[in-house]
């Protein structure tokens, strides 16, 4: 297998290192480049445990294990983050005790520099070797060796400046630099075990790879609408859970050819392990209330990216980012609307068109690319304000978050987030209009004034 031949390599070569260095440090009595050595012996222990953890993981699931072995590798990553940090606490203390017993003047010096030398050289090849290997094969505990072998040149180099500062005479930085070796190792063991501890403990994936398995699902024909995108991690790997909206018309086979059509989308993800898929079937008038939260959505991205690339100065980015905050509580509210609508109550939508919201949607989709095109021109930026206000969006938005009972207008103020007042605007669109001397860009103002005011 070619996973477990690159931790073979990885054996090999620190066991290389930590012979050399080891020879080389008894030879010497540099305390330095015995800690050097003891922290090739570290990796020496965490190449094999890599090794064994990455047989066990790569073993098919079974009856005990029906998801798989895959906590295999972190769990030994994080055996051996311990021995690591223990190891380097005792080198630690060792060099420390030599410095406060007094430093002893260094044997061998050139079979000492000589063999730090070789272990700088021996580390890079080592790192790129399985830097290389550990991005082929997606594996995380290659790519954690590669990168403590990396960290490994600079212990070294700390080691190869005390050794040369004890040769010239300064044989104080020889233990001093053992305790910079002695702290490398500990910090090297803390970062490796709290990123394996994060494995263990299921800890959800990064948003952009949630949005990416959200993308993978909404892209296949038949899926309306996409919700409740959770995930962990089990060992390196993820295990995704979806909801899909899918016509309530559906027969049920097709629902669950859908439904598998979406998995394998999802499980194309090269991280993603295994997707569980469940299928809501949906009324139209959900699909609607959806796509509608969708686009204010992307309207909100669409003026955070203008407020982000500060387009017209600090005047315009307060009303960019007023903008986008009055988008994202209307994307709340109208999740309130989904939310009570399944719980059976009603609202004023039934005249809402799914066809017209739905090319809304695809047109708000070329506004929002076009913001994000850099150097984008302030003349630009508010052709497309008076796009994303179009006034038939904010007339959508006032049919659909209207319920049939009044009583329920409280909740929906209640729980959503209350978004800048019409005043709060119009005062920061007045800022800008008197930021800037072009009467074309102050007419776009007035016209933009005029929307959000008729909008409501």
């Known amino acids: 297998m070619a996973a477990r031949r690159a931790t073979f390599v990885g054996i090999g070569g620190n066991i290389v290192l930590f012979m050399v260095k080891g020879a080389a440090g008894a030879a010497s009595g540099s305390i330095a480049l015995i800690s050097d050595a003891l922290n090739s012996l570290v990796d020496v222990a965490a190449s094999i445990a890599i090794s064994y953890s990455v047989a066990v993981a790569h073993r098919e ?58 272990s700088m050289a021996g580390n890079l090849l080592l ?37 040369g500062a004890a040769a010239l005479g300064l044989s104080v930085l020889d233990p001093l630099a053992g305790i910079l070796v002695g702290g490398w190792i500990i910090l090297g063991g803390y970062r490796f075990g709290r990123q394996n501890i994060d494995y263990l403990m299921g800890k959800s994936p990064r948003a952009e790879l949630l ?38 018309d559906l027969r049920t086979r097709q629902s669950h050819d859908l439904a598998g059509t979406v998995r394998r989308a999802i499980e194309r993800i090269p ?38 690339q500060r387009v017209g100065g600090p005047p315009f980015e307060a009303l960019w980012t007023a903008l986008a905050t009055r988008a994202q509580a209307r994307a709340e509210q109208l999740a309130v609307v989904r939310r009570l609508k399944g719980a059976g109550w009603h609202f004023d939508d039934a005249e809402l068109s799914a066809e017209r919201v739905r090319r809304r949607w695809e047109g708000l989709m070329e506004s929002a690319v076009q913001a994000r095109q850099r150097p984008l021109p302030l003349e630009a930026a508010l052709a497309i304000a008076l796009e994303l206000e179009g ?4 007339a959508d938005f006032a049919v659909a978050a209207t319920p049939w009972d009044s009583a329920l207008a409280d909740s929906l103020v209640s729980e959503s987030p209350p978004p800048p007042s019409m ?16 009467s074309d860009i102050a007419r776009r103002l007035e016209d933009l004034r005029e929307r959000l005011v008729g909008g409501g």
């Open 61 to 118: 699931p079974d009856q005990d294990h029906p998801f798989g072995h895959q906590r295999a590798e972190p769990l030994a990553a994080l055996a051996v983050a311990i021995f690591t940090a223990i190891l380097g606490f005792s080198v630690g203390r060792a060099a420390l005790e030599h410095l406060l017993e007094g430093a002893s003047p260094i044997r061998e010096v050139e079979w000492a520099l000589g063999a730090l030398l070789f």
């Open 127 to 163: 790192a790129r070797y399985l830097r290389r290997r550990g991005e082929a094969l997606d594996s995380p505990a290659i790519l954690a060796n590669a990168i403590e072998s990396e960290n490994d040149i600079w212990a070294s180099l700390a080691a190869l400046i005390g050794v």
């Open 211 to 248: 949005g990416e398995i959200r993308g993978a699902a909404l892209e296949v024909a038949g899926v309306k609408g996409v919700h409740d995108v959770r995930g962990h991690h089990v060992g390196h790997r993820v295990h995704v859970e979806v909801h899909i909206e899918v016509d309530e």
């Open 271 to 308: 991280v993603i392990d295994r997707a569980f898929v469940h299928v809501d079937p949906v009324l139209d008038s959900m699909l609607v209330i959806e796509t509608l939260a969708r686009s204010e959505r992307l309207v909100s991205e669409t003026y955070a990216e203008l407020a982000r």
């Open 391 to 394: 006034g038939s969006d904010r």
């Open 423 to 438: 005043e709060i605007l119009v005062r920061r669109i007045a800022a800008a209009r008197e930021s800037v001397q072009d």
